[in-house]
């Protein structure tokens, strides 16, 4: 069975200050990974996603970059938080016969 | 571009109360439509996917059907129960291209009262 894995559980950050979210899926050969993101009572935007490692495309610009160092993982950082970036952010991976999206557990970012 | 509109933003039931909750959506392509819930501090689960219009989805009591005509489809349950209680998405995927982005609806939070 697949399995994915999301850390941290929950930051809280200064404004200005970097960020590294960190996501792992196990079970799963080459599988689509994607980034979302949903506003505390918000539905869920697409922010990255990646079909293969070392390719990531950006779906909205938010002052965050993406990347995919392995098969398996897939990071979401950026260099300067903005208030605006509090939130939950969550992983997926998709199953591409059928568009399926499964979802992590999430990290939960306050910046403050 | 896509969108997918869900109206009701928040549905308080009593147990054994009916559930019904409705999306439009619109698309200029062939879409796959799904239902999510996501119960506090969690990410979605996949409750249900309607590929195909007029024919049901059902899983763990509840079902899901599209109407092409009006480009709208829904979720319901006959009765509900309190470990119900959770936040439900519709989302749509258009049907081309390698990136599976789901356009989702706002949410409909479910409280059901024991």
């Known amino acids: 069975a697949q399995t994915i894995h999301q850390w941290p559980v929950a930051e809280i950050k200064a404004v200005g200050s970097p960020l590294s979210l960190g996501c792992t899926i196990k079970?799963?050969?080459?599988?689509?990974l994607y980034w979302y993101w949903q506003a505390t009572g918000g539905t869920l935007q697409q922010l990255f996603y990646?079909?293969?490692?070392?390719?990531v495309e950006s779906v909205v610009q938010l002052n965050l970059s993406a990347s995919r160092p392995k098969d398996d993982q897939f990071i979401l950082s950026t260099e300067k938080l903005l208030l605006s970036h509090s939130g939950f952010y969550l992983c997926a991976w998709s199953r591409r016969d059928t568009g399926q999206l499964y979802f992590g557990e999430g990290s939960k970012l306050t910046v403050l | 571009g896509d969108s997918v509109i869900q109206m009701q933003g928040q549905v308080t039931l009593s147990e054994n109360d009916f559930l019904f909750i409705n999306c439009t959506y619109s698309?200029?392509?062939?879409?796959?439509l799904f239902w999510y819930v996501q119960y506090s501090g969690e990410g979605p689960q996949l409750l249900l996917q309607?590929?195909?219009?007029?024919n049901k989805g059902s899983s763990r009591g509840f079902e899901a059907t599209y109407d092409k005509g009006t480009t709208s489809f829904h979720l319901q349950k006959t009765s509900v129960q309190e470990i119900d209680s959770a936040v439900y998405y519709c989302a749509m995927r258009d049907s081309g291209g390698s990136n599976a982005k789901l356009t989702f609806g706002k949410g409909t939070k479910l409280s059901v009262k024991s």
């Open positions: 698309t200029t392509g062939y879409p796959t």
């Open positions: 079970g799963k050969s080459s599988p689509n």
């Open positions: 309607v590929t195909t219009a007029n």
């Open positions: 990646s079909i293969t490692v070392g390719q």
